[in-house]
């Protein structure tokens, strides 16, 4: 009997939950499409004869190119002097509808003219608060497929230059006939559009000028950022990208708004369109590094065809299409290799963000288990931020994850799921979160496979402590039946589990000092006894062989 103890005693093990195994991961080169980013394509209704979206049209952009955004215009050259009519509303909507049924999403801009020599490029701001007023509830409902939306309304394309307005000031923005009363007309409208707009959405302005002027020369902090004030939900659009050495006009004096804009733009969308052919700016070399030092999430990928082309022929367009917005890399994963019901779940995962920017909308992160026995799904909310994730170096994220209450024993699938924020898309997998690794996504859910499965137990199976109880246990291995020795078993409460940690009833007889346990309707495999009294916890690992 002392021989087989000390074998028992070999057989014992420590604390699964002091044991971890580390997953690596492999990077995939596959262009997909990612909520809320990429080359987006673009498109407008007209007031006079309206241009409904076309249903096959948008779900093909997601599902044979990859896109997930578009571009939708809204022209109100009907109603520069008018409310806009119910009929263009219900268009509106019907727009919105389509949009979320092919899976995409779109970023919007209100305009009254594409002219910039007519007599009246836009409508006066009492027009314009009007207007806002009406678009408002559209705004709010369609909160989870509006990505976000563009200052428009003032001037020609609703760029804010070239307005005919006398209360925004003329033809400029900084030049000398805008007054203190002009920018703060201008500010009336954009806080009445961030009024508008669901709290969780952010509206982009033409130029860096245009916030600096109106809030703050200084770009957002860490501690500024998605604090849904007025300053953390702006953001910026660049529509001549490359097109000039400022751009067109949407820089000032690149010396202190090309700083400005790289940090504003860790926090707030950055996006737009090239609109001219200026090779050498406007080829890859400048383009890519331009994209990357601004943080670009979207790109027009209709305009301009020549330098879009350029991209092609230069053999960027594909590192474009997969930088732009995020691009997050799964390296590797640290797991414990048993889990206590008790104990927190500590994890590390290790990323790459190797994407332009981050999400800027909010997202939340979880840890999703599946039983694979019951298919039972639980989801645990990562305190992580993924709006934080901006690379390019690693990111470590360490995590020590409560588990659920109704969480049971049982062997789980781990999986990284980053759905959608609102309750209307947060099942669907076309706005869930893709890494790029090969092997994870899985289309069906939107989860990504961590591709690692952990136990879960309800009893501290590795905590065996040997030395409190000098026991006798006998046949190794057991057949019919299991018998043990030591003083006092009758004043232990005495538990059997099976490899899976779950709790399996057992029919014993107890006689002084000894219990004999009936194992005939046991399957074959590896079991564990605890044998409990107070603080007192003793577990020994048996075999059971018919």
């Not at 909308?361 to 599946?370: P, T």
């Not at 961590?450 to 409190?468: F, M, R």
């Given at each position: 009997?002392?021989?087989?103890?000390?074998?028992?005693?070999?057989?014992?093990?420590?604390?699964?939950?002091?044991?971890?195994?580390?997953?690596?991961?492999?990077?995939?080169?596959?262009?997909?499409?990612?909520?809320?980013?990429?080359?987006?394509?673009?498109?407008?209704?007209?007031?006079?004869?309206?241009?409904?979206?076309?249903?096959?049209?948008?779900?093909?952009?997601?599902?044979?190119?990859?896109?997930?955004?578009?571009?939708?215009?809204?022209?109100?050259?009907?109603?520069?002097?008018t409310p806009i009519s119910?009929?263009?509303?219900?268009?509106?909507?019907?727009?919105?509808?389509?949009?979320?049924?092919?899976?995409?999403?779109?970023?919007?801009?209100?305009?009254?003219?594409?002219?910039?020599?007519?007599?009246?490029?836009?409508?006066?701001?009492?027009?314009?608060?009007?207007?806002?007023?009406?678009?408002?509830?559209?705004?709010?409902?369609?909160?989870?497929?509006?990505?976000?939306?563009?200052?428009?309304?003032?001037?020609?394309?609703?760029?804010?230059?070239?307005?005919?307005?006398?209360?925004?000031?003329?033809?400029?923005?900084?030049?000398?006939?805008?007054?203190?009363?002009?920018?703060?007309?201008?500010?009336?409208?954009?806080?009445?559009?961030?009024?508008?707009?669901?709290?969780?959405?952010?509206?982009?302005?033409?130029?860096?000028?245009?916030?600096?002027?109106?809030?703050?020369?200084?770009?957002?902090?860490?501690?500024?950022?998605?604090?849904?004030?007025?300053?953390?939900?702006?953001?910026?659009?660049?529509?001549?990208?490359?097109a000039s050495s400022s751009?067109?006009?949407?820089?000032?004096?690149?010396?202190?708004?090309?700083?400005?804009?790289?940090?504003?733009?860790?926090?707030?969308?950055?996006?737009?369109?090239?609109?001219?052919?200026?090779?050498?700016?406007?080829?890859?070399?400048?383009?890519?590094?331009?994209?990357?030092?601004?943080?670009?999430?979207?790109?027009?990928?209709?305009?301009?065809?020549?330098?879009?082309?350029?991209?092609?022929?230069?053999?960027?367009?594909?590192?474009?299409?997969?930088?732009?917005?995020?691009?997050?890399?799964?390296?590797?994963?640290?797991?414990?290799?048993?889990?206590?019901?008790?104990?927190?779940?500590?994890?590390?995962?290790?990323?790459?963000?190797?994407?332009?920017?981050?999400?800027?909308?909010?997202?939340?992160?979880?840890?999703?288990?599946?039983?694979?026995?019951?298919?039972?799904?639980?989801?645990?909310?990562?305190?992580?931020?993924?709006?934080?994730?901006?690379?390019?170096?690693?990111?470590?994220?360490?995590?020590?994850?409560?588990?659920?209450?109704?969480?049971?024993?049982?062997?789980?699938?781990?999986?990284?799921?980053?759905?959608?924020?609102?309750?209307?898309?947060?099942?669907?997998?076309?706005?869930?979160?893709?890494?790029?690794?090969?092997?994870?996504?899985?289309?069906?859910?939107?989860?990504?496979?961590?591709?690692?499965?952990?136990?879960?137990?309800?009893?501290?199976?590795?905590?065996?402590?040997?030395?409190?109880?000098?026991?006798?246990?006998?046949?190794?291995?057991?057949?019919?039946?299991?018998?043990?020795?030591?003083?006092?078993?009758?004043?232990?409460?005495?538990?059997?589990?099976?490899?899976?940690?779950?709790?399996?009833?057992?029919?014993?007889?107890?006689?002084s000092n000894k219990a004999?346990?009936?194992?005939?309707?046991?399957?074959?495999?590896?079991?564990?006894?605890?044998?409990?009294?107070?603080?007192?916890?003793?577990?020994?690992?048996?075999?059971?062989?018919?």
């Amino acid at each position: 009997m002392k021989k087989l103890f000390t074998l028992l005693g070999v057989l014992l093990f420590v604390s699964g939950s002091a044991q971890t195994s580390n997953i690596t991961y492999k990077a995939s080169t596959l262009n997909f499409s990612n909520p809320e980013r990429g080359f987006y394509k673009h498109t407008s209704a007209h007031s006079g004869t309206y241009q409904s979206l076309n249903q096959t049209s948008l779900t093909n952009y997601r599902v044979l190119n990859n896109i997930s955004l578009i571009y939708r215009a809204f022209p109100l050259d009907d109603f520069i002097d008018t409310p806009i009519s119910a009929s263009y509303l219900a268009n509106m909507q019907s727009d919105f509808d389509k949009i979320r049924k092919a899976g995409v999403k779109c970023f919007i801009r209100f305009t009254y003219s594409d002219d910039q020599d007519v007599p009246k490029r836009d409508a006066t701001k009492e027009i314009m608060l009007t207007h806002i007023k009406q678009i408002k509830p559209l705004l709010q409902a369609n909160e989870d497929v509006i990505s976000l939306m563009q200052a428009g309304f003032i001037g020609a394309w609703g760029e804010w230059y070239y307005t005919s307005q006398a209360d925004f000031g003329g033809e400029g923005y900084n030049g000398s006939s805008v007054t203190t009363t002009n920018l703060n007309n201008r500010k009336e409208i954009v806080e009445a559009l961030l009024d508008a707009l669901p709290a969780s959405r952010m509206l982009q302005v033409r130029t860096p000028a245009f916030k600096q002027g109106l809030y703050s020369k200084n770009a957002l902090t860490s501690t500024q950022a998605f604090s849904e004030t007025s300053l953390a939900r702006i953001g910026h659009h660049n529509d001549c990208f490359l097109a000039s050495s400022s751009d067109y006009g949407t820089y000032d004096n690149v010396t202190t708004q090309y700083p400005y804009l790289a940090q504003d733009t860790k926090f707030v969308p950055m996006g737009g369109e090239t609109c001219r052919l200026n090779s050498p700016r406007s080829d890859c070399a400048t383009a890519v590094l331009e994209m990357g030092k601004f943080h670009w999430t979207f790109l027009n990928l209709d305009f301009y065809p020549g330098v879009i082309d350029g991209f092609e022929t230069n053999n960027c367009f594909d590192d474009i299409q997969k930088k732009l917005g995020y691009r997050f890399e799964l390296t590797s994963a640290t797991f414990p290799k048993t889990q206590l019901l008790r104990d927190n779940l500590p994890l590390t995962l290790k990323i790459i963000n190797s994407g332009f920017a981050t999400p800027f909308n909010e997202r939340k992160a979880y840890l999703v288990l599946k039983n694979l026995a019951t298919n039972q799904v639980y989801s645990i909310l990562m305190a992580s931020d993924p709006r934080t994730w901006l690379g390019p170096t690693e990111l470590t994220i360490n995590e020590n994850l409560t588990l659920p209450s109704n969480l049971t024993t049982g062997n789980y699938k781990l999986y990284l799921h980053l759905p959608d924020n609102l309750p209307t898309l947060a099942n669907r997998s076309e706005y869930a979160i893709r890494f790029a690794n090969d092997n994870v996504w899985d289309a069906s859910t939107g989860y990504n496979d961590l591709n690692y499965t952990i136990n879960v137990t309800d009893t501290n199976l590795g905590k065996a402590e040997s030395s409190k109880i000098n026991m006798s246990i006998y046949p190794v291995p057991a057949n019919n039946e299991l018998a043990i020795e030591f003083d006092g078993i009758n004043d232990y409460q005495i538990t059997m589990f099976n490899s899976l940690g779950q709790n399996v009833l057992i029919s014993k007889k107890l006689e002084s000092n000894k219990a004999i346990i009936n194992t005939t309707n046991l399957s074959e495999g590896l079991y564990f006894i605890e044998f409990a009294k107070g603080s007192t916890k003793d577990t020994r690992k048996i075999i059971v062989k018919h």
